[in-house]
């Protein structure tokens, strides 16, 4: 076993054996980052974090079936500022629940799609 971990460990040698192990070891950080965000459930928009929004801003949304929605939690599930949901916003009291589920896993339901605080968001629409 030390031999195996003394020649993965081992940099002597060609330039191209460096090179292979060096890109190898990059592979394996990038593998083991995205393994750990597919755990924690967690993905983020390059784009909006190279624009220079923060990591919770730039963080993405999962719908019920942990698909990718295409906006940030920071748009749709922001502070009390931003209340960017209305129940005219969605055709079936079950798109606004969604909606509302998403935003209370991050604290609270900042778009008040829920007026009489009863856990059922925009009951006048219908169910589906």
Known sequence: MQDILKKATDFSGSP?????????????????????????????DLGALLSGKSLKEAQMQRDAKGNLTGETLGDACGDEAKDVYNCDDFATQQEAQEKMEECLALGKDVNRLDGDKDGIACESLPKN
């Open 16 to 44: 191209k054996r460096k090179f292979a192990k060096g890109l190898l070891g990059v592979v394996i950080v990038l593998l083991l980052g995205a393994l750990g965000l597919e755990i924690s459930n967690k993905d983020f």
